[in-house]
């Protein structure tokens, strides 16, 4: 009998949040404190055994992620919307399916599902909800566009950081030997987190939470609420109200950003409301703009066209291994495709994925160039980027250069 476990679909939207999902399912992108699968593995309690979506993504690889589901869904699966954001203090008990608003999020298969039936990710789970048990109603958002990842940050941070601290019996840290503690949200550390003196923790506007191996350096206003994932240093500046991934590098003003993991920005410049990928490294003097002179909504390029998000404040969505020159300006609302290598001094409101230059029409980032450029950059965190790694590279590589929907 096939062990219990949890499979994670991105249905027909979440398939069309670049610049991100060309190159990683939505359940390996941060959404809160935490990746969206690691949301779902602790609500549920079993392991996660694979994502559904895009044929493009078959081949993905990246640490503890699971591979694209091959094959048929075995019964007693819970297939779950990647999209659908639930607090991690949800318990599920007997249900047999969970909803958010008026949908349904996840759903626990009584027979065997062929994986073609999820096809293009135009079926809705409402559709293969059981006509018997229990469907279980809880709080939680949907990702309707990938700028919600931006909206629903603050609130997830809360809800995230609290539960955590309880789950992983984090330390709370109080004033003293050079730190200093005010607000009444709590500071929280996990064992083997370190904070230097002259470190100044706000928590007036929620908690903070830094795990282990985590690193505040000295000089640097930590404002809540905040998450500093494993093995981060943030240094210097304020850094509030953001979701840090683990292994980054992070140091200047960072306001409501989200960090997937595994990347740098290691020196002066404002990041506000903006979703950073994995392996992007952003040049020293990087400034986003997060803001309208008209203090009006910010519209977003989409493979569908450009939008309007509804927000007021949205900066800059970089997809993974990014990299931006010194002195980079970029525009409120700006999208910058995986891979792209640009280091004009404000690059414009969209840049393809693989484009490379000092200034529009860009060069495309050769393949192998890209390649090569990944693997220096991995292996300075002592990750191996592996042939099999490269090779889907190259294939998302030609995938990028060859698809209309971005402007060239």
Known sequence: MTAPMLLLYDDAVARTFEPFASTRPLGEVRAGALLVRERWAQVLGVPCGGFVSSPGLDGFQEFDAPAAWPDVIPAGTWLVNSRALPPLDVRVGAASALAIGEHVAALRLLAPLELAALGDGSVALDSLTPSTGTILRVPGQWLDAVWDIVRALDTLLAQDITALVARLQARALPSGDGVHVTGPHGAFVEEGAVVEPMTLIDTTAGPVLLRRGARALAFTRLVGPLYVGADSTVMGDRIGGSAI???????????????????????????????????????????????????????????????????????????DHVKTG????????????????????MPPKVVAPFAWGGGAPYDVFAADKFVATAQRMMQRRGVTLDDAAAAWWRRVHAACCADLRWPR
């Open 326 to 345: 010194i002195g980079s300006r970029l525009t409120t609302g700006c999208v910058l495709g995986a891979g792209a290598n640009v280091y004009d001094r």
């Open 245 to 319: 991934g683990e292994q980054c590098r992070v140091h200047g003003e960072v306001s409501a950003c989200t960090f997937i993991g595994h990347a740098n920005k290691g020196h002066d410049g404002f990041l506000g409301h903006s979703v950073v990928g994995r392996w992007v490294n952003l040049g020293a003097g990087t400034i986003t703009s997060n803001l309208k002179n008209t203090y009006g909504s910010v519209a977003l390029w989409t493979p569908g066209g450009v939008r309007e998000s509804g927000l007021q404040f949205l900066g800059t969505l970089f997809g």
